[in-house]
C-alpha cells in the first residue's frame, strides 16, 4: 500500500534536550494539535490551511464517501464510535519526506487465464512523484482513522494538495469533484468509484472493480492483480494501466500527447477513443478485434496484432496483453444497438453499477444537493 514516512520521532527528542527552553513553549501549543481527536458518531469540522494532506483510511469491509467543496475546513460525518481524527503538521521536501512518495512491493497470488491460480508472484516497488505545483516545506495534516465496517463521509477542501484514500481490504470508496494535486487510492478489493476528478494520481487497487466516470488526469498510474479498470469518458496526458488477471476497460476517452500504455498479463483490453489516436495493440494468444461507426484505416498485420490510425492520428496508445483479447472501437458501447458475441464480456464490464450508501450520509447528501 502506500507509505508516506512521517517525520522522526528521535529526531524531535534531540531537539528537545538540546534547546529544551527555547522548544518548551512550542511543545505546548503544539500538544493539542498533536493528539488523535475522537469523531464520536457524529460530525467533527477541522479547518485547514491551502495545500493541506487529508488521509482517511479505514478497515475491511468499511464504507467511505470522500466529496471536495469550496470551504477550508475538513467535515468528518460517522456512524463509528471509534474512528479517529490525528492532526499534526508534516513537512515535505526532506530526505525524510521528500516530493514523492516510494510504493513499496506487494506480494499476490496470481490467477490463471481459466480463473484457477497459479501461484505468488508480485507488484514491484515504484515511485510517484507529486503533482509539479506541491511546494516543500510545512503543511497541514489531517488523517482519519476507521475500524472495519465503518461507515465514513469525509469532505475536503478543495485546495487539499494530498487526498490518501485507503480501504484495508475489500470494501467501497468513493470520491467525487476532487480538483486536487494528487490523489492516492489504496484497496484490497470491493468497489472503488472516482467522478469527476482531476488531479495527478496513483491507484492501487488488487481485486474488485474500479470505475472511473469524468474525471482528467496529468498523470495517472493505476495497477493491480484481478481489479476490473472501467474508464468511462475520462482524458489523460499521461497514463499507464497495468493488471495481472483483470480487465481493463477505456470507454469513450481522449489522450493527449503523452505516455499511454494498457498492459495485461491475463485479462482483456478494450480501447474506444472518442478523438484522434495513433494505437497499437498486441495479444499474446489472443486476439485483436476491432468494430468502428466510422472506420479508420487499419493495418491488421495478423489475427494477433494490428494498428489503427482514428481521426488522421494522434498521441501514441499502446495495447499489450499475453493471454487476452485486445478490443479497438470509437466512441462508446453504450450507443450501439448490437454487438458482436465475443465483445459481450466487455460489455458487461462496461455496465455501471449502484454502489450503496449509508443512512448515516443523507445529512452529507442534502448538504451537496
Request: aromatic share 6%.
Amino acid at each position: 500500500m502506500i507509505r508516506i514516512t512521517l517525520p522522526g520521532y528521535h529526531r524531535l527528542m534531540a531537539a528537545v534536550r538540546a534547546r529544551p527552553r527555547l522548544v518548551a513553549a512550542a511543545l505546548v501549543l503544539l500538544a493539542g494539535f498533536l493528539q488523535p481527536v475522537p469523531a464520536h458518531a457524529a460530525s467533527s469540522s477541522f479547518t485547514v490551511g491551502d495545500q493541506a494532506v487529508v488521509q482517511v483510511w479505514a478497515g475491511n469491509r468499511s464504507t467511505v464517501a470522500i466529496r471536495a467543496w469550496d470551504r477550508p475546513n475538513v467535515e468528518v460525518d460517522t456512524d463509528d464510535e471509534n474512528v479517529q481524527v490525528l492532526r499534526r503538521p508534516l513537512e515535505f521536501g526532506t530526505p525524510q519526506n521528500p516530493l514523492s512518495v516510494a510504493i513499496p512491493p506487494v506480494n499476490i497470488v496470481v490467477r490463471d487465464p481459466f480463473g484457477g491460480t497459479s501461484g505468488p508472484g508480485t507488484l514491484p516497488p515504484e515511485e510517484f512523484p507529486y503533482a509539479s505545483d506541491f511546494r516543500a516545506g510545512v503543511h497541514d495534516s489531517l488523517r482519519v482513522v476507521a475500524a472495519a465496517g465503518s461507515h465514513v463521509s469525509v469532505m475536503v477542501p478543495a485546495s487539499t494538495a494530498i487526498l490518501d484514500a485507503r480501504v484495508r481490504g475489500a470494501g467501497i470508496l468513493t470520491i467525487d469533484d476532487y480538483h486536487g494535486g494528487t490523489l492516492f487510492v489504496g484497496a484490497g478489493g470491493g468497489e472503488v468509484r472516482l467522478t469527476d476528478v482531476t488531479s495527478a494520481a496513483f491507484m492501487q487497487v488488487l481485486n474488485g472493480r474500479v470505475d472511473v466516470r469524468d474525471s482528467s488526469f496529468d498523470r495517472l498510474r493505476a495497477r493491480g492483480n484481478a481489479a476490473g479498470f472501467l474508464f468511462d469518458h475520462t482524458r489523460a496526458r499521461q497514463i499507464e494501466v497495468t493488471t495481472i488477471s483483470g480487465p481493463i476497460v477505456y470507454d469513450d476517452g481522449a489522450f493527449d500527447a503523452g505516455l499511454a500504455r494498457f498492459e495485461s498479463t491475463n485479462g482483456s483490453i478494450a480501447i474506444g477513443v472518442a478523438t484522434s489516436a495513433q494505437i497499437e495493440a498486441r495479444s499474446g494468444d489472443g486476439r485483436v478485434l476491432s468494430l468502428w461507426d466510422r472506420r479508420p484505416p487499419v493495418d491488421q498485420r495478423a489475427d494477433n496484432a494490428a494498428s489503427a490510425t482514428i481521426n488522421g492520428g494522434g498521441p501514441v496508445v499502446n495495447a499489450v496483453t499475453m493471454h487476452g483479447n485486445v478490443y479497438l472501437y470509437d466512441g462508446t458501447l453504450a450507443t450501439r444497438r448490437t454487438v458482436p458475441p465475443e465483445w459481450q464480456p466487455i460489455v458487461n464490464a462496461t455496465r455501471p453499477r449502484d454502489l450503496p450508501g449509508p443512512a448515516a450520509f443523507q445529512r452529507f447528501r442534502d448538504l451537496r444537493n
